[in-house]
């Protein structure tokens, strides 16, 4: 039960003072006051009302800071989930989406409560970065509209798409709404090394919409394409689709499930790092999923953890969920308060504000990276799931990526196994001890000896087969050397079955040799042992040797006849 405490509990039982809730509440304020920006700019991206964002920010993240695994953890709409949500709004309506994220919550407790936390974050890195910059690269394409100011309807969400579609309007462009995205990403880049406490997304913010305002400028702002923003939570709504529908959005709620878990034990890992502190996997993806369940039924989108906004609520002096539950808190106020202003603020600013979150999401030195210095198949694995990202369709790459990583692992495993004999011609190969080297030169003929190295599963079977099938003659006893497999899984006890039952019609008998830990307990539970004769699965080759002599001995007292096992 320990693994799915919250770490609110954590911190309440360890003491909590009027220090650290100071510290807290300073870093609640500067991440909401940053948080706020990202929330609508996520929202419009994604393809929803802005309002929605931010209900999702509020709920979610209120959410994953009260029962989450990690004391610093900061929840609410990332950048991750836009082409996502874009697509499953573009499809089923937001409605669907809200269903869709409602499944996904319940996918998420489900993970959690089955401890499934610490599986998720061995999805394969390549995977993770071929998506997530595929992702950076759309998210980027669909700011070309309102970054240029172009005179567009509507935008195609097909990646290839939107170039013919930029293209045709692009005599349209808004000298004004370039120069303000420009100035929007100057002030991005070059405001941290100015004043690197003043937020500067919302500063950005605040000059230009109060510009707009002021000096009636012509740039499209959220007012003029979406209408007044609400200043309240929505009342609760239980989203409604037709049973028709329903199995559609089975996919897209595992893969909103897939992509809130990687995404936010990905953010509580890298807080680890920077705090020194341990998350607890497991209560996360609860935490998570009761968010999602949530945040739908208030009107917001899926959640997740922010790593961007996780790091700054760390800088900030956060150190406990308290700094989390205060930024959620703070932008209910914001909302209350200033959320009719949110009209204001021009698309363009926007624009600047995503393109350089799609930058930093990008991580392009890490692409080039693994393009260039590791192996062929960490290139493929990543290129396939960012090519898939782009062209096609997240769902499809994430689960495409995965399966390739999977068989990428699985190709290197049946490359580092391996089967082989061992004789006095090539005991150095086979690693034979200085020691057993007597043991194997005084084996008599009719002893033939095999050495398994590496895991024997599945894929590593065929080299097995083969191996065997050299044995031009059947060996009186065949002994197998099995000192280094760490796993066997169904496959190899099939083939060790089929090899001892090929042994055992032939009178020969099969000896396993220092067989370690797991495997031995697999052969036990599945009664190959007992199959086999307790006294020929040996800790040893000495005990091997001894042995295989014992049977050969036994065949001669009965007058050559072979035994039976």
């Known amino acids: 039960m320990h693994s799915l405490e919250p770490k609110l509990l954590t911190v309440i039982r360890e003491g909590y003072t009027a220090k650290r809730f100071l510290s807290d509440f300073t870093a609640g304020i500067v991440v909401a006051i940053i948080a706020l920006p990202l929330a609508i700019a996520f929202a419009i991206a994604s393809g929803v009302a802005p309002e929605r964002g931010i209900y999702t920010a509020i709920i979610g993240g209120f959410l994953i800071s009260a029962l989450g695994g990690s004391r610093v953890q900061i929840g609410g709409p990332t950048g991750a989930f836009i082409v996502l949500i874009y697509g499953i709004v573009a499809q089923y309506g937001y409605e669907g989406l809200a269903v869709a994220t409602l499944l996904a919550g319940g996918l998420l407790i489900a993970m959690g409560l089955a401890r499934l936390g610490s599986v998720i974050q061995y999805v394969p890195y390549p995977v993770t970065l071929g998506f997530t910059t595929g992702i950076a690269i759309i998210i980027a394409a669909s700011q070309v509209r309102d970054a240029l100011g172009l005179a567009m309807e509507s935008v195609p969400s097909a990646f290839i798409a939107k170039w013919p579609a930029y293209y045709h309007v692009l005599n349209s462009i808004n000298i004004l709404a370039v120069m303000m995205t420009i100035a929007t990403v100057l002030i991005l880049v070059a405001l941290p090394r100015l004043a690197p406490r003043i937020p500067r997304s919302i500063v950005a913010l605040v000059v230009f919409a109060a510009c707009t305002a002021l000096f009636d400028l012509p740039v499209d702002t959220i007012g003029h394409r979406f209408g007044?923003?609400?200043?309240?939570?929505?009342?609760?709504?239980?989203?409604?689709?037709?049973?028709?529908?329903?199995?559609?959005?089975?996919?897209?709620?595992?893969?909103?499930?897939?992509?809130?878990?990687?995404?936010?034990?990905?953010?509580?890992?890298?807080?680890?790092?920077?705090?020194?502190?341990?998350?607890?996997?497991?209560?996360?993806?609860?935490?998570?999923?009761?968010?999602?369940?949530?945040?739908?039924?208030?009107?917001?989108?899926?959640?997740?953890?922010?790593?961007?906004?996780?790091?700054?609520?760390?800088?900030?002096?956060?150190?406990?969920?308290?700094?989390?539950?205060?930024?959620?808190?703070?932008?209910?106020?914001?909302?209350?308060?200033?959320?009719?202003?949110?009209?204001?603020?021009?698309?363009?600013?926007?624009?600047?504000?995503?393109?350089?979150?799609?930058?930093?999401?990008?991580?392009?030195?890490?692409?080039?990276?693994?393009?260039?210095?590791?192996?062929?198949?960490?290139?493929?694995?990543?290129?396939?799931?960012?090519?898939?990202t782009v062209i096609v369709d997240l769902a499809i790459a994430l689960q495409v990526g995965v399966v390739l990583a999977a068989l990428l692992f699985m190709r290197r495993m049946v490359q580092i196994s391996e089967v082989k004999a061992v004789t006095m011609d090539n005991e150095e190969d086979a690693e034979v001890p200085p020691e057993e080297a007597a043991l194997l030169a005084g084996l008599p003929k009719e002893v033939t000896v095999f050495e398994v190295s590496g895991p024997f599963f599945f894929g590593a079977t065929q080299k097995f087969a083969s191996a065997m099938s050299v044995i031009k003659k059947e060996p009186s006893v065949l002994i197998l050397r099995m000192r280094r497999v760490p796993i066997i899984d169904a496959t190899g006890l099939l083939a060790l079955e089929a090899v001892h039952a090929q042994l055992v019609t032939h009178g020969s008998q099969l000896i396993l040799s220092g067989l370690p830990p797991h495997p031995y307990e697999i052969l036990i539970r599945s009664n190959f042992i007992k199959k086999l004769g307790p006294h020929n699965a040996v800790a040893s080759f000495e005990a091997a040797v001894n042995r295989a002599h014992e049977i050969l001995k036994s065949t001669e007292d009965e007058g050559g006849a072979r035994p039976c096992a």
């Open 228 to 388: 007044a923003v609400p200043n309240t939570l929505p009342s609760f709504h239980i989203p409604r689709v037709s049973w028709d529908m329903l199995p559609n959005l089975i996919s897209p709620a595992f893969s909103i499930a897939l992509l809130a878990a990687i995404e936010s034990l990905l953010s509580a890992s890298v807080a680890d790092g920077m705090t020194g502190r341990r998350h607890r996997p497991n209560a996360e993806l609860v935490a998570q999923g009761i968010a999602n369940v949530a945040s739908p039924l208030w009107g917001g989108i899926p959640a997740t953890g922010a790593i961007a906004r996780t790091a700054t609520n760390i800088k900030s002096g956060g150190t406990t969920p308290v700094a989390g539950i205060v930024h959620a808190l703070a932008l209910l106020l914001i909302l209350v308060v200033a959320g009719r202003w949110v009209a204001l603020v021009p698309m363009p600013v926007l624009a600047g504000i995503l393109l350089v979150v799609a930058y930093r999401m990008s991580e392009m030195h890490m692409f080039t990276r693994v393009l260039v210095a590791t192996t062929k198949g960490d290139a493929l694995v990543m290129l396939s799931t960012f090519a898939l």
